[in-house]
């Protein structure tokens, strides 16, 4: 039962997040919004929201761990798998912005986090409102940086004239299936960590993060196939700085987030660290600004190897 309460959860939460996504992005253009804000910060936000929803419900039923693990596995998935798989497809060329702007600024949402979780076991209100303020900072430097750049790929034109009655359909939809897909997702996780005899803190960081992912994973897989352009590797470390931002920040804002599992600090956020920490030699050598199939092969490796380690200890 457990099995298809997450297979029920990970598909209502993909189907909510897409609805989600379109409702929402469809509202700004009729608000007026411009296509770069959306691009930036509606689209980044609404994919947040079924990672927020998850470790939401995980914290209010008692299940902290997930609530964490969540976000740090799919920081680990989003460049060891995501990137990974991605990059042995098709390389990807790294732009000066990343390695200048949006890889230092991840780091270092990773390094709060981190500091934060082990400073006192848990995750407080105050520390949750320093993240997500730090985050709208973020998002206003982006913007500025990214002026000159406008070209929002993902923002899809054909959202410019859907009704509002369509739009708040969508919304509805959206919402039902991310309300009910993030409570069957954390009761049918937590029923099968006990049968299988694992952690909380296990299953959040490999099979719940790896299902968050497999949406990203799809779409670039599919584009990498295409030889289009597969994935920015600007707006996949956004990604990973909305979820330790918005995610982590507005869990704990609402609820305090306790460490019960001492894996989380002795292990899973320092596989986190590594894993940001590897892009930088990765680009810069030996083919600078590139990454290509050998690099992905190694990223891919490295998931593996952390999904190993996540299960055997």
Request: aromatic share 10%.
């Given at each position: 039962?457990?099995?298809?309460?997450?297979?029920?959860?990970?598909?209502?939460?993909?189907?909510?997040?897409?609805?989600?996504?379109?409702?929402?992005?469809?509202?700004?253009?009729?608000?007026?919004?411009?296509?770069?804000?959306?691009?930036?910060?509606?689209?980044s936000f609404a994919?947040?929201?079924?990672?927020?929803?998850?470790?939401?419900?995980?914290?209010?039923?008692?299940?902290?761990?997930?609530?964490?693990?969540?976000?740090?596995?799919?920081?680990?998935?989003?460049?060891?798998?995501?990137?990974?798989?991605?990059?042995?497809?098709?390389?990807?060329?790294?732009?000066?912005?990343?390695?200048?702007?949006?890889?230092?600024?991840?780091?270092?949402?990773?390094?709060?986090?981190?500091?934060?979780?082990?400073?006192?076991?848990?995750?407080?209100a105050a520390e949750?409102?320093?993240?997500?303020?730090?985050?709208?900072?973020?998002?206003?430097?982006?913007?500025?940086?990214?002026?000159?750049?406008?070209?929002?790929?993902?923002?899809?034109?054909?959202?410019?004239?859907?009704?509002?009655?369509?739009?708040?359909?969508?919304?509805?939809?959206?919402?039902?299936?991310?309300?009910?897909?993030?409570?069957?997702?954390?009761?049918?996780?937590?029923?099968?960590?006990?049968?299988?005899?694992?952690?909380?803190?296990?299953?959040?960081?490999?099979?719940?993060?790896?299902?968050?992912?497999?949406?990203?994973?799809?779409?670039?897989?599919?584009?990498?196939?295409?030889?289009?352009?597969?994935?920015?590797?600007?707006?996949?470390?956004?990604?990973?700085?909305?979820?330790?931002?918005?995610?982590?920040?507005?869990?704990?804002?609402?609820?305090?987030?306790?460490?019960?599992?001492?894996?989380?600090?002795?292990?899973?956020?320092?596989?986190?660290?590594?894993?940001?920490?590897?892009?930088?030699?990765?680009?810069?050598?030996?083919?600078?600004?590139?990454?290509?199939?050998?690099?992905?092969?190694?990223?891919?490796?490295?998931?593996?190897?952390?999904?190993?380690?996540?299960?055997?200890?």
């Amino acid at each position: 039962m457990n099995i298809i309460l997450l297979v029920i959860g990970f598909i209502a939460l993909v189907i909510g997040g897409e609805f989600l996504v379109r409702s929402s992005v469809a509202l700004s253009f009729k608000l007026n919004i411009s296509r770069l804000v959306i691009g930036m910060t509606v689209v980044s936000f609404a994919t947040s929201v079924p990672e927020l929803l998850v470790s939401l419900t995980a914290a209010f039923k008692g299940s902290t761990d997930i609530a964490i693990t969540n976000v740090v596995g799919s920081n680990i998935a989003n460049i060891g798998l995501v990137l990974g798989i991605t990059t042995i497809i098709g390389g990807i060329t790294v732009t000066k912005r990343f390695l200048t702007f949006e890889w230092p600024v991840m780091v270092i949402f990773s390094l709060i986090a981190y500091y934060f979780l082990y400073n006192d076991t848990k995750l407080s209100a105050a520390e949750g409102a320093i993240l997500f303020a730090t985050l709208i900072v973020f998002i206003i430097l982006l913007l500025k940086r990214s002026k000159k750049e406008a070209n929002i790929d993902e923002v899809d034109d054909g959202l410019t004239s859907v009704s509002y009655f369509k739009i708040f359909a969508w919304l509805a939809i959206g919402g039902l299936a991310l309300f009910y897909g993030s409570n069957w997702l954390v009761l049918g996780a937590t029923d099968l960590a006990k049968q299988i005899g694992v952690s909380d803190a296990v299953i959040g960081a490999t099979i719940i993060a790896f299902g968050t992912s497999v949406p990203e994973l799809a779409a670039s897989i599919i584009a990498a196939v295409k030889k289009e352009k597969a994935i920015s590797l600007g707006n996949l470390i956004g990604s990973n700085i909305f979820n330790i931002g918005s995610v982590l920040g507005l869990t704990s804002i609402i609820k305090t987030i306790p460490v019960t599992d001492p894996k989380i600090l002795s292990s899973d956020i320092f596989w986190m660290l590594a894993f940001a920490l590897v892009l930088l030699p990765l680009i810069l050598l030996p083919k600078k600004h590139q990454i290509g199939r050998f690099k992905g092969l190694i990223l891919v490796l490295g998931y593996s190897v952390f999904l190993v380690f996540a299960f055997k200890s």
